[in-house]
């Protein structure tokens, strides 16, 4: 009776260990980086951006921005090769250093600020922007997007694709994204 007991055992173990070679491999490219955000007088928040994948080319990429307490107020997945920053990085170390460029905010100097946004005039489809157009949400009508820029308030801009940029605006102790804006590629 033991002998099953500890068969059932050994077998049951086994069933839930995944191979090792298969943890290895899902854990090629997983690293982890973080970075203060000041964007309020005595206020910190923290900027994470993890990677997961068999390798840095197939990896998957989360940015997570979390308040002084560390809740996550703003989180986003996306596919390594899809962001212009993160797409050469094949191997950790270039990934590491890519992922602390991708979520520095000094890298974030024209749009610091929803009042930074290009103005949305009225009867117009959109913002006037130039040769970088800035295109609201699709929740954000030109009221919203107004107050959002008369309220001044902090933004954090990153690179989400190829050729642009999401924008999260912090109003209020909450984040949401007021749009992206598109650069030449």
């Known amino acids: ?25 899902t854990a090629a490219c997983a690293i982890s980086v973080a970075t203060p955000w000041r964007p309020l007088s ?9 990677t997961m994948g068999e390798d840095c080319a197939k ?3 989360t940015i997570v921005i979390r308040d002084a307490q560390g809740y996550p107020l703003w989180s986003q997945a996306y596919n390594t090769a899809g962001i212009m920053l993160l797409a ?20 974030n100097s024209t749009l610091q600020m929803t009042g930074a946004l290009p103005e949305w005039p009225a009867n117009a489809e959109q913002p006037v922007s130039g040769e970088f157009p800035f295109y609201p949400d699709q929740i954000i009508d030109r009221d919203a997007y107004n107050v959002a820029r008369a309220g001044n308030t902090p933004m954090f801009c990153y690179v989400q694709g190829l050729e642009s940029l999401a924008c999260i605006a912090l109003t ?7 749009g992206v804006q598109l650069f030449p590629g």
């Open 1 to 25: 009776m033991r002998f099953i007991l500890a068969a059932c055992a050994l077998a049951l173990a086994s069933a839930c260990t995944p191979p090792a070679t298969q943890t290895a491999a």
């Open 42 to 50: 005595g206020t910190e928040f923290t900027i994470e951006a993890s």
């Open 59 to 61: 990896a998957v990429v």
């Open 88 to 107: 050469p990085a094949h191997d950790p170390e270039a990934m590491r250093t890519a992922l602390n460029e991708w979520i520095d905010p000094a890298n």
């Open 172 to 178: 209020n102790g909450e984040m949401f994204q007021i």
